[in-house]
């Protein structure tokens, strides 16, 4: 990165317009992602295997994130360049280390939970429960 005040002011626009692309994305996947309590996938299993959108839903997050990320990753270039803080380069990891996590997660719920879904809703449309391992039914079964 140069010093070049002309340069600088053009790493600031990109961080600039990274973030705020990235923020339209995140909260536009997040509108259409159904589901109100997300942590108990029976509830929302329904609305989880209904939504057509899934997979671009997952994407937008995705991206939303990677682009705030890459927003800030111009910044902390900046900060690197202007400074010898190691306060910048453990930001730098963590901005990694945040955009590896998320990119996990996205894969997680952005397949995996509806493929879990979509053999529930399967599960719930047999006339018995499933048996869990067991000879016996599972204690848990809920048929909606």
């Known amino acids: 990165m140069s010093s070049n005040p002309s340069n600088r002011s053009n790493e600031l626009r990109l961080a600039a317009i990274l973030s705020a692309v990235g923020i339209v994305l995140l909260v536009t996947g997040s509108r259409f992602h159904g589901g109100a309590q997300p942590q108990d996938l ?71 939970i509806q493929y879990v879904s979509q053999a529930l809703s399967r599960l719930r449309s047999r006339s018995e429960p499933p048996h869990c391992g067991s000879p016996r039914p599972c204690a848990t079964w809920n048929k909606a």
Do not use: K
């Not at 329904?46 to 890459?70: C, E, K, M, R, S």
């Open 42 to 112: 029976q509830a929302v299993s329904a609305d989880y295997t209904a939504n057509p959108h899934w997979h671009l839903v997952h994407l937008l997050q995705f991206l939303g994130l990677f682009a705030i990320l890459a927003g800030q990753m111009s910044l902390l270039s900046l900060i690197r360049e202007r400074s010898d803080s190691s306060f910048a380069w453990v930001a730098t990891f963590a901005t990694v280390v945040a955009a590896c996590t998320y990119a996990a997660n996205q894969a997680v719920d952005g397949a995996a």
